[in-house]
């Protein structure tokens, strides 16, 4: 009964190409969202800590850092796929397929999140951090026992907002051959005039968004100590 209902509803969609689809937009948001964290995390220390006040304070060094970050993070992402292709083909071999479409997703999203991560850094308790300093606590320390667990329900609610950027990169990505739900949606669905298949493609790239979005809430409140 079930099959016969969705059989009629979804006539073109094909369980095993529509779960392979998610798979690989899962892979490309959770490689990426990693890559994305770290570099986004050291990106962001570097603005915070070379900013005027900051612990290492480098205005130059700040400009210079702030300058890329602002670059990457003003191209549309469309366009930086086209950008990194050369790059792409000598690092991956390809310019097809997910691992393909990793390079633009982490230059797309890493300074984004560098962003977010140099703001919620700025509020973390000016007073918190002196009192770390009058207590001699080293520049390690105050990074890795202050700075960054004071900050962490910023830092999660940053790396949730850019996860849910990344499923859309990733399907933006998928138009132009990376695979997913995206490449799903454009070739099986647009090109060949089956709307239902676009349509089931969406509802899972909603459905990723929103466990996304309920799964960062849920750590950031746990992690919010007001």
């Known amino acids: 009964m079930v099959d ?34 770290v570099f986004g995390i050291a990106l962001g220390l570097a603005l ?39 790059f792409t083909k000598v690092l991956i071999g390809t310019i097809l397929g997910a691992n393909a479409a990793l390079p633009a997703l982490i230059v797309g999203a890493a300074p984004f999140y560098a962003r977010l991560v140099e703001i919620g850094l700025r509020e973390v308790d000016k007073g918190v951090i002196e009192a770390s300093r009058a207590m001699g606590a080293r520049a390690g320390t105050l990074v890795f026992r202050v700075l ?21 990169y990733s399907a933006m990505a998928g138009v132009i051959g990376a695979g997913g739900l995206g490449n799903l949606a454009y070739l099986e669905g647009f090109q060949r005039n089956h709307n239902d298949v676009t349509l089931v ?14 799964l960062g809430d849920l750590i950031t409140s746990l992690l919010d100590k007001r």
């Open 4 to 37: 016969a209902t969705l059989t009629q509803w979804f006539p073109h969609v094909q369980i095993d190409q529509l779960w392979a689809a998610t798979v690989e937009t899962l892979y490309m948001t959770a490689f990426s969202g990693i890559a994305t964290f």
């Open 48 to 86: 915070f800590l070379t900013a005027r006040g900051g612990l290492f304070q480098r205005p130059a060094a700040y400009r210079a850092i702030s300058v890329v970050v602002n670059v990457f993070r003003s191209i549309p992402f469309i366009i930086l796929i086209v950008l990194l292709i050369p």
């Open 148 to 168: 960054l667990p004071e900050s962490s329900p910023a830092l999660v609610s940053g790396i949730t907002v850019t996860l849910i950027a990344l499923v859309s």
């Open 201 to 214: 493609a969406t509802l899972m790239i909603l459905l990723i968004v929103f466990v996304i979005q309920l």
